[in-house]
């Protein structure tokens, strides 16, 4: 038997977008990417990946703002402009930036990715493993 996967709530800054996803991420990473640096204002972007289909938004989907395509694009809170996920892999799969979440998911970051590019002024401080591309890709 198992038991019905457990749902995670997660909303932007200001709360007018706000959402449900399962607690069945399939890899959770920080990219340090300048991209993810850039849309998130920090030394890297916590992210979780998870099939589309198990996301949803519960309250402000007419009020996100999509940087980038509809099946390629960031999502962000059209007020506050909070980053809430990235729709990824040709929009069959999610990256819910971890920071957005309101429930602890049973995933942990496994990994540091692009290190290549990470900020000169940011030092990791754990002993997680370091790629300096892509997981695999070094
Ligand atoms: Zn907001
Ligand atoms: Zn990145």
Same mark, same amino acid.
């Given at each position: 038997m198992t038991s019905p996967a457990r749902t995670l709530a997660g909303q932007c800054l200001c709360g007018a977008v706000r959402y449900t996803v399962a607690d069945e991420f399939t890899y959770a990473l920080n990219c340090h990417c300048a991209d993810c640096r850039r849309a998130t204002g920090s030394a890297f972007k916590p992210f979780a990946g998870i099939e589309?289909? #198990? !996301?949803? !938004?519960?309250?402000?989907s007419d009020q996100i703002l999509i940087h &980038? *395509? *509809?099946?390629a694009g960031d999502i962000h809170c059209? #007020?506050? &402009?909070?980053?809430l996920y990235s729709v990824v892999r040709e929009g069959m799969f999610v990256h819910v930036t971890l920071g957005t979440l309101v429930d602890d998911p049973s995933i942990r970051p496994s990994a540091h990715i692009f290190v290549g590019s990470k900020a000169p002024w940011f030092t990791i401080c754990d002993d997680l493993p370091q790629h300096q591309g892509h997981v695999g890709g070094d």
């Open positions: 589309r289909h #198990k !996301l949803a !938004l519960t309250q402000g &980038g *395509e *509809e099946n059209g #007020k506050c &402009g909070s980053f």
